[in-house]
């Protein structure tokens, strides 16, 4: 089954593909201890948005494991944000060391380039009030609702 991609905007390298895809997120920097199984909510070509229990410093090299795909892959945290007012959740950016269809989308979006070998699939959760509106980018960035 295959999630609906969203147009990318211009400044996007690849389109975003809302994808909630189980794998396991670990540190690989000796001087940050982290492990944490959990999902994603957003990804690309060059990396995902998954959400943790805890920040992660920007810059700190993580493992991706347990994808559908069969694949491991490393990354590096580019950013972390906290969903909701209780910081009870945190959106994890992560940018993949090396670009690629690791989360085994099929059909991948045209500007994806090859198809993966591996198909998997990708459930679409249920919206709630209280999670990131991840669509909701403006060329100067993130949107905040509520914010002025």
Not at 7 to 35: E, G, H, M, W, Y
Not at 45 to 50: F, H
Not at 52 to 77: F, I, K, R, W
């Amino acid at each position: 089954m295959a999630s609906t991609p969203k147009a990318a905007p211009q400044n996007r390298r690849s389109t975003r593909v809302k994808a909630q895809i189980p794998l396991c997120v670990s540190s690989v920097d000796p001087s940050v201890t982290f492990s944490e199984h959990c999902h994603t909510l957003v990804v690309n070509l060059q990396g995902c948005g998954v959400r943790l229990s805890q920040p992660l410093g920007s810059g700190v090299a993580v493992l991706l494991d347990e994808l559908p795909s069969g694949q491991t892959a490393t990354a590096h945290v580019a950013n972390a944000v906290p969903l909701g007012a209780n910081k009870k959740y945190w959106l994890v950016g992560l940018a993949l060391d090396e670009p690629g269809n690791v989360w085994g989308i099929h059909p991948a979006p045209a500007d994806w380039g090859q198809e993966p070998v591996v198909a998997a699939a990708v459930v679409t959760p249920q919206k709630s009030q209280q999670e990131w509106a991840y669509e909701r980018f403006s060329a100067k960035g993130e949107f905040h609702g509520g914010k002025k």
